[in-house]
């Protein structure tokens, strides 16, 4: 959903279960900053206040007034925008037809596709907040290790700015080897990543790769976040689609990717965007 105010918004009500990313951009704003989040169930009241000055949402600057605010959620419920304001653009979507899979059927669908591996855990391991409800992500975080992260012919620079450098992905370092392989002949340049792949899978699940490649589409898309954006496309070029074996050793984790890949270009289609614009 998508929602353009100039007056205040108090929030959003009856959020479903799964994966849900809530971002703000003022209006008059250069940045945009944002809130990954799971729920597991109904009932959990998240507050956060704008803080127009630093354009960032963040925790109330009064404990007891979000105290008041969650002790009186019954007042506060009648005004909160439904998360079904927009239901209705389904029908836009399943008028796309039987040709496309069922995932691209309807926005709830499409973002299932998008989202599928994004969980606690996953948003824990990248941003390295623990124990919290919400994680914060923002237009300019990047990698920890962004100094180096741009290639020789990038036209990206990241500032390796303590405060931004607290992203962690799964392939970083991975990525900075196969430059090299832009520089060599075709056969060297189409060399099978499924071994880098299937090393990692020694110490983690199949899950964080699919996690790592949503997350930075979705961040870098929604954020214009330009450390997210050229982290997925690396992963993209550089891994995921040079994986060319991990169809025989890992067919789900491969599926899964592909999948993913697919619904995040479909996300672009006009047909698509349209019922969907952001979440």
């Avoid at 998360?83 to 499409?110: E, I, M, Q, V």
């Avoid at 970083?172 to 340049?189: K, T």
């Avoid at 690396?234 to 999948?259: E, S």
Wanted: proline share 6%; charged share 20%; aromatic share 8%.
């Amino acid at each position: 959903m998508a929602v353009t105010t100039s007056r205040s918004l108090l929030g959003f009500r009856d959020i479903p279960p799964g994966a849900h990313f809530l971002w703000v951009q003022q209006l008059s704003g250069v940045s945009r900053c944002g809130y990954w989040f799971v729920t597991t169930r109904q009932g959990t009241a998240r507050i956060k206040q704008w803080d127009g000055y630093n354009e960032v949402l963040g925790k109330p600057g009064s404990p007891p007034r979000a105290r008041n605010q969650e002790d009186n959620i019954e007042a506060v419920y009648p005004v909160l925008q439904p998360y079904t304001l927009y239901t209705h653009k389904d029908n836009a979507a399943k008028s796309l037809g039987g040709t496309h899979p069922a995932w691209a059927r309807s926005p709830a669908s499409l973002w299932q596709a998008l989202t599928s591996a994004i969980s606690t855990e996953s948003l824990a391991r990248i941003t390295g907040e623990q124990d919290v409800q919400e994680y914060l992500v923002d237009s300019m975080d990047c990698p920890k290790d962004a100094r180096h992260s741009a290639s020789p012919t990038s036209t990206t620079k990241f500032d390796a700015d303590p405060i931004n450098n607290k992203l962690t992905f799964l392939f970083s370092q991975d990525m900075r080897d196969l430059q090299i392989l832009d520089l060599q002949p075709s056969s060297a340049r189409n060399a099978d990543t499924s071994a880098r792949v299937l090393a990692l899978l020694t110490t983690t699940a199949d899950q964080a790769i699919l996690a790592d490649l949503q997350f930075t589409f979705l961040t870098g898309t929604h954020l214009g976040n330009p450390a997210c954006l050229e982290q997925w496309w690396n992963l993209v070029l550089k891994i995921v689609l040079r994986a060319y074996t991990l169809a025989l050793t890992r067919p789900q984790l491969a599926r899964d990717l592909l999948r993913t890949l697919h619904a995040q270009l479909f996300n672009f289609l006009p047909s698509a965007t349209s019922s969907n614009n952001t979440k």
